[in-house]
């Protein structure tokens, strides 16, 4: 890259020394100057042709090797050109051609001066000195040449024509060799000023490319940082969440154990108290009621242990196609009319390694939860199909491996839920229900459950757009080792 104070160029041709850079500006001076050239092969070529009506009064005793000039060479050659500047060939042979066109007319004007008698002849000196204006709006190199051969082929053909008289031949010279030198030294400083233009364009272009790539660089490493920042985060606020889960349910776990030693001891006594009764007793059914009470607590504490994580599962290959097929049968009960609920399964069997019983369970915690969201009614979704997971994908509580997985979607048309309830739904004892109408332990067990099997669970809702919770179980392979029998935690890492 050339500072501003750098000009490599060649100091007699004013060419670049860089052929890049000479490329580059030929092509820029070609677009730039294209219509100029064109407009002025045009207007020569008009005016050459208006000036041969004269040549009848000026020029009476050559007037028909005046106007074979004219019509017959210079201004169909200037036609011709005209023309094929329309062509892509015209770029690489601009410069020659115009210097033909430059030299044809300026040849031609001679022949009239030289043919011409005085004072017809003076007239041609005119058109002559219009061609050398035109010459110097070449580049330098061209409008030099062009230049003084017109200027050698003129002091040629005077002095060899025995009638040109020695004043008007010095005058003439004199003249033309005046307006050469004014014309190379104006051609010299324009096209010094053009390529000076054109050098600094590119400068600035360059440099902006270059300050364009940092930016963008910079850009890319704020995202980058900014993404990173976000996932650090995302990432604090998941284990936070996860660990106080994972608290929460060794303490549920611990005192479910506790508390269903006490449940059992408390049902026997009022089995054995309901057995010495009679049936006559007026306090026959304070026993029962113990006993009612004493088993809804069981459940409770059932799903407390199933929430920490301590209740154990049997797991075996289980086509999930079967899961939503066989609970159809709870959904539909527990559903009201107002309710459609459809049924889509994957053409092919999907073999995961599961707790069947279990699993119908959170199929059933999910129902109730899209139930209790359409108040007014509307449609539940239960979808089963393959996911294969080229890239880690996020999930509830963190992210999940790349592999395949078997895929439950339950989806309702409820009211959904805002972003922060969203965050909280798998939380024990969060509930969105009034006081009394729920324990706020059905997701979080389902939760549970779907960790127990080693799979992962996500929610996706927005208030006013339903809710849609998706499961994902490991594919069961055969062929590969697992941990199935130990401590009922029977699972697969994903398939490949």
């Known amino acids: 890259m050339y500072s501003h104070k750098d000009f490599p160029y060649n100091i007699a041709t004013l060419s670049f020394t860089d052929q890049q850079l000479e490329a580059g500006f030929r092509n820029d001076y070609f677009n730039k100057n294209l219509r100029f050239f064109r407009f002025f092969l045009v207007i020569g070529t008009i005016f050459y042709a208006l000036y041969g009506i004269h040549d009848y009064w000026i020029l009476p005793d050559i007037v028909h090797e005046a106007w074979a000039i004219r019509y017959l060479f210079v201004c169909p050659l200037l036609s011709i050109i005209c023309a094929f500047s329309y062509l892509k060939q015209f770029r690489q042979s601009m410069e020659p051609l115009l ?12 022949a009239m001066i030289i043919k011409a008698q005085p004072p017809g002849s003076y007239m041609c000196y005119t058109g002559l000195l219009l061609c050398l204006v035109f010459y110097f709006r070449l580049r330098f190199v061209t409008a ?14 005077a002095i060899l024509d025995p009638g040109t008289p020695p004043r008007v031949l010095f005058s003439s010279s004199f003249i033309m060799l005046s307006f050469i030198i004014v014309g190379m030294f104006t051609c010299y400083a324009m096209e010094r000023y053009m390529r000076s233009d054109y050098l600094l364009r590119t400068i600035i272009n360059e440099r902006n490319d270059v300050i364009h790539a940092i930016n963008h660089e910079l850009e890319r490493e704020i ?14 606020k998941q284990l936070f969440q996860t660990q106080k889960l994972e608290a ?32 006559t007793d007026p306090l026959i059914p304070y ?30 290959p289980v086509d999930l196609n079967a899961l939503p097929l066989k609970a159809k049968t709870f959904l539909t009960l527990m559903l009201p009319k107002n309710i459609c609920l459809t049924l889509t399964t994957w053409p092919e069997p999907i073999m995961v390694y599961a707790d069947d019983v279990l699993m119908e369970q959170v199929l059933v915690n999910l129902a109730a939860n899209s139930r209790d969201a359409m108040t007014d009614g509307g449609t539940l979704s239960v979808c089963c199909d393959v996911a294969h997971m080229a890239e880690p994908f996020s999930h509830a509580h963190g992210t999940a491996p790349v592999g395949s997985y078997g895929r439950i979607t339950v989806t309702d048309s409820g009211g959904g839920m805002d972003e922060a309830t969203r965050a909280r739904i798998f939380e024990p004892f969060f509930t969105t229900k009034e006081v009394g109408k729920g324990s706020g332990l059905g997701l979080s067990m389902a939760y549970g459950i779907i960790q127990q099997h080693r799979g992962y669970m996500d929610v996706t809702s927005a208030t006013g757009n339903g809710t849609t919770f998706t499961i ?20 697969l890492t994903p398939a490949d």
């Open 472 to 491: 994902f179980l490991p594919l069961y392979d055969a062929d590969r080792p697992t941990d199935r029998h130990n401590s009922g935690q029977g699972a």
């Open 223 to 236: 995202r980058e940082r900014k993404q990173t920042e976000e996932d650090k985060l995302r990432l604090e």
């Open 287 to 316: 026993p029962g009621n113990i006993i009612a009470l004493g088993q809804r607590a069981a459940r409770l504490t059932n799903d407390l242990l199933a929430f920490s994580r301590k209740q154990q599962i049997e797991p075996k």
């Open 99 to 110: 210097g033909l066109a430059g030299f044809a007319a300026g040849a031609g004007l001679i």
């Open 144 to 157: 030099t040449i062009l230049s003084w051969s017109i200027f050698v082929l003129y002091e040629i053909s």
């Open 248 to 279: 929460v349910g060794q303490l549920a776990g611990g005192i479910s154990h506790e508390f269903n030693n006490i449940l059992t001891a408390i049902i026997g006594y009022a089995n054995y108290l309901q057995l010495k009764m009679e049936q």
